[in-house]
């Protein structure tokens, strides 16, 4: 035995370890020096010195992935107290102990009992002990040790997507930067070169390249056009182990698209497009439609039209369909195939946007030819003028030519033309038109003053074409000619004063002429000869087409003359002048000193030469208590009753008294129950009627009916009878309700005496004898009925 006991550990790694025991345990372990010791005695008195442990082995390698039949040596602890009598048991514990590592308690051989894997788990730390077997008292502190998983190049390259899209630009310089792919390896980078990874392009050369480290691709080729192809697939690998062989990889599947560019020009297909269009189509109207292609997509292919040049420049336009990229040829004016059959037009078409890159590639444009032919159509007539106007003298004598309109057909055969008034336009047919030649003439007298300007359509039509129709508007003014004498302008009635001065102005009077400004004014006015001297009024001529009248003379009296009548003569400035004489009443007023009018009334005087104010209200008021007298006798005389007619006591046979009072009606209801009048068989709401039989309809005989000419009222009046009677759904207007019903199950009967002399009764009136001479007619009647049979 050695002076110090040491516990070794030897890793024993299967496969790749072909050293010994000792050399294995020296390369491949740390060692450390142990911390306890002690003495013992021997069994013969000698002094045992217990040495120190010399070495621990804490550090073991276990390969991963290991597939073999038996379990792997890890590695073999021993103490150098054991002496191989096996009364050492060696203990393991710590992370897998028991399940993944196991130890042979007497010899100390660590195994591996499971396949580990270093990408779940790349080291354990486990804790080794030797004990007594017997006693399990530790001989030696616990030692700890790890055990490290050494990896294997058993983990592929992955990429961080299974597939992979990018965009590059078409026409892209080489080496432009496309995309990078990245892949990641799950082996230890740090041990050898399992996860050293090298990037190789499998699939798309040689349009794109890959760099080997870093996974970047880029463009291969020059100038790669999107419209030969657009879309490239790329297939990318990555290994590891640098590269070499042996090593593992994974791919990946890029999808790179080329995105476009303007560095194509739009291009006609054809360099001649043919059209049509017939005269009679409207401006705006679409004449055909002319393409350029270009390859181009997005707005790097959109293409705007215009004409640059033609005969047709000014007759037609074309604009830009942006939905289907065409250019659509347009007719902007009327066309006339009588006048041109044809036209030329030089179309453009251009890229709207340019990319400067590719200007060289221009220029990015293209012209074709657009004919276009001009159908003949059958168009209706055309009047010479779009409208026309017309004057005509009132008070023409019908029969007069107002003017001519004239239309022609625009074809080639020139068919005759007819000419008709529309009468919606003049109702009053004031005007008739030559059917033929167009000559508009008057039916009636115009008169300007009634109607200035007559707006009327003319119609033309082809002879052998009716639907062919053409209208003018015919405007015809009614010249004035001095045909109204001049008149007031308004009902003037003039106030003088019964103390006006000498010529004073009390009215201006101006004057209104019916007729046209060019014979109306200016206005005359002037007094008729035969008064031109009048003592009383004097006429001014403002010679502004009014005129003053002035008061000549002073002192004026209502009671002798209270109302003036002046004529006034008034003349237009017509040729030749007309005149008319107007009659302007004047009428004298008291007014004040300021000349404010006061009163007009002349009877004024009259009565405050008679009666006074207080004696007309006295007489007014007699009148009415007069009336007030009469109306209370009349109403007095209206109220009074006369009394009831009072008769014997024992005068009571054949005496009708009169009852006026009629109590409350329908709306007396405390007086008693009516519920007690109601009839049961109404409740339910039906009230059988016994005065029609509603079964059949009458229908009325015909023969009943008198002639309707008829002077026999009694005829007339029996046969509506007849009908009424034999009519069951007529209404009752002359029926007679009757109310029989007196209530059901009442104890005392019927309360009525009209059938008391013919029924069987057993009551006896004998009684009604002992009720004085009031009741003895009652008692003669309902006597003993003995008497009764006597008498019968």
């Known amino acids: 035995?050695?002076?110090?006991?040491?516990?070794?550990?030897?890793?024993?790694?299967?496969?790749?370890?072909?050293?010994?025991?000792?050399?294995?345990?020296?390369?491949?372990?740390?060692?450390?020096?142990?911390?306890?010791?002690?003495?013992?005695?021997?069994?013969?008195?000698?002094?045992?010195?217990?040495?120190?442990?010399?070495?621990?082995?804490?550090?073991?390698?276990?390969?991963?992935?290991?597939?073999?039949?038996?379990?792997?040596?890890?590695g073999r602890l021993h103490s150098d107290i054991d002496s191989g009598d096996g009364n050492i048991k060696y203990i393991l514990s710590g992370e897998g102990a028991g399940i993944i590592f196991v130890i042979d308690d007497k010899s100390g051989n660590i195994h591996a009992t499971k396949t580990l894997d270093r990408e779940e788990r790349a080291q354990y730390t486990l804790t080794a002990q030797a004990v007594d077997r017997n006693t399990n008292r530790p001989l030696e502190p616990p030692s700890e040790f790890i055990v490290k998983v050494q990896d294997i190049n058993d983990n592929p390259p992955e990429f961080l997507h299974e597939n992979y899209h990018a965009n590059v630009p078409e026409r892209s310089n080489v080496g432009t930067s496309v995309i990078q792919v990245t892949a990641s390896d799950a082996d230890d980078p740090t041990y050898g070169n399992s996860a050293k990874l090298v990037y190789s392009i499998l699939e798309g050369q040689p349009y794109f390249s890959v760099e080997a480290q870093t996974g970047i691709i880029r463009t291969a080729l020059p100038n790669m056009d999107r419209e030969a192809k657009e879309e490239y697939h790329v297939v990318i690998q990555a290994k590891d182990m640098g590269g070499h062989m042996g090593?593992?990889?994974?791919?990946?599947?890029?999808?790179?698209?080329?995105?476009?560019?303007?560095?194509?020009?739009?291009?006609?297909?054809?360099?001649v497009y043919q059209m049509s269009v017939s005269e009679a189509a409207v401006p705006g109207e679409e004449v055909g439609r002319v393409k350029a292609k270009d390859p181009d997509i997005g707005e790097n292919g959109l293409v705007a039209y215009s004409i640059i040049d033609g005969d047709g420049v000014d007759m037609f336009e074309i604009t830009t369909d942006y939905e289907t990229q065409e250019g659509v040829v347009k007719l902007k004016k009327l066309l006339d195939f009588e006048t041109k059959k044809s036209y030329s037009l030089k179309v453009?078409?251009?890229?709207?946007?340019?990319?400067?890159?590719?200007?060289?590639?221009?220029?990015?444009?293209d012209t074709v030819t657009v004919k276009i032919s001009v159908e003949d159509a059958d168009e209706p007539p055309v009047f010479l003028k779009p409208s026309y106007i017309f004057e005509v003298q009132e008070n023409a004598a019908p029969g007069t030519v107002v003017g001519k309109v004239h239309a022609k057909d625009p074809d080639a055969a020139n068919s005759a033309i007819r000419y008709s008034i529309d009468r919606h336009t003049d109702l009053e047919r004031y005007f008739m038109i030559n059917a033929e030649d167009g000559n508009i003439k008057t039916i009636k007298a115009l008169d300007r003053e009634e109607i200035a300007w007559h707006n009327i359509s003319v119609f033309a039509v082809e002879v052998h074409k009716q639907h062919q129709e053409a209208k003018v508007p015919v405007a015809i003014k009614v010249v004035d000619v001095n045909d109204n004498?001049?008149?007031?302008?308004?009902?003037?009635?003039?106030?003088?004063?019964?103390?006006?001065?000498?010529?004073?102005?009390?009215?201006?009077?101006?004057?209104?002429?019916?007729d046209d400004s060019a014979n109306?004014?200016?206005?005359?006015?002037?007094?008729?000869?035969?008064?031109?001297?009048?003592?009383?009024?004097?006429?001014?001529?403002?010679?502004?087409?009014?005129a003053s009248v002035l008061v000549r003379r002073e002192g004026f009296s209502r009671q002798k003359q209270d109302l003036y009548l002046l004529p006034i003569v008034i003349s237009d400035g017509g040729l030749p002048p007309m005149s008319s004489t107007n009659t302007l009443t004047i009428r004298?007023?008291?007014?004040?000193?300021?000349?404010?009018?006061?009163?007009?009334?002349?009877?004024?005087?009259?009565?405050n030469?008679?009666?006074?104010?207080?004696?007309?209200?006295?007489?007014?008021?007699?009148?009415?208590?007069?009336?007030?007298?009469?109306?209370?006798?009349?109403?007095?005389?209206?109220?009074?009753?006369?009394?009831?007619?009072?008769?014997?006591?024992e005068d009571v046979r054949e005496n009708i008294i009169t009852y006026d009072d009629e109590g409350g009606g329908e709306e007396d209801t405390e007086a008693f129950d009516i519920a007690t009048l109601q009839n049961p068989d109404g409740i339910n709401g039906f009230i059988p009627r016994k005065d029609i039989k509603p079964e059949y309809q009458y229908m009325p005989r015909p023969g009943l009916r008198p002639a309707p000419n008829s002077v026999d009222v009694d005829d007339f009046i029996n046969t509506r009878i007849q009908e009424a009677d034999n009519d069951p759904t007529a209404p009752p207007y002359d029926s007679i309700q009757i109310y029989g019903y007196e209530g059901r199950g009442s104890v005392a009967g019927s309360l009525s005496s009209l059938e008391s002399a013919t029924t069987d009764s057993d009551l006896d009136y004998d009684y009604l004898q002992n009720w004085g001479p009031r009741f003895k007619k009652l008692a003669d009647l309902y006597g003993s009925k003995d008497t009764f049979d006597d008498d019968s």
């Open 485 to 514: 004498a001049p008149k007031f302008a308004a009902a003037y009635e003039a106030f003088v004063c019964e103390n006006a001065r000498s010529n004073q102005q009390f009215i201006t009077i101006s004057a209104d002429d019916k």
């Open 520 to 546: 109306g004014p200016r206005f005359i006015f002037s007094l008729p000869p035969e008064i031109i001297h009048n003592p009383n009024f004097t006429l001014r001529d403002n010679r502004d087409n009014t």
């Open 247 to 271: 090593g593992l990889s994974g791919t990946t599947k890029v999808t790179i698209t080329l995105t476009d560019v303007n560095d194509n020009p739009p291009k006609f297909p054809q360099s």
């Open 609 to 649: 030469a008679g009666l006074s104010t207080g004696a007309l209200v006295a007489i007014l008021a007699c009148i009415v208590i007069l009336l007030v007298i009469v109306v209370l006798f009349v109403t007095l005389k209206r109220q009074k009753k006369e009394p009831l007619i009072v008769f014997e006591e």
């Open 1 to 74: 035995m050695k002076e110090d006991n040491c516990l070794h550990a030897a890793l024993i790694c299967l496969g790749m370890l072909c050293y010994s025991h000792a050399v294995t345990a020296e390369k491949l372990n740390h060692t450390r020096p142990s911390l306890h010791g002690h003495h013992e005695k021997g069994k013969e008195g000698q002094v045992l010195h217990r040495s120190k442990r010399g070495w621990v082995w804490n550090q073991f390698f276990v390969i991963e992935e290991y597939t073999g039949p038996d379990p792997v040596l890890v």
């Open 588 to 607: 004298v007023c008291g007014c004040d000193s300021n000349g404010s009018l006061l009163s007009c009334n002349a009877e004024a005087y009259v009565l």
């Open 348 to 365: 453009e078409a251009a890229n709207v946007h340019i990319d400067p890159k590719f200007i060289s590639n221009g220029p990015f444009k």
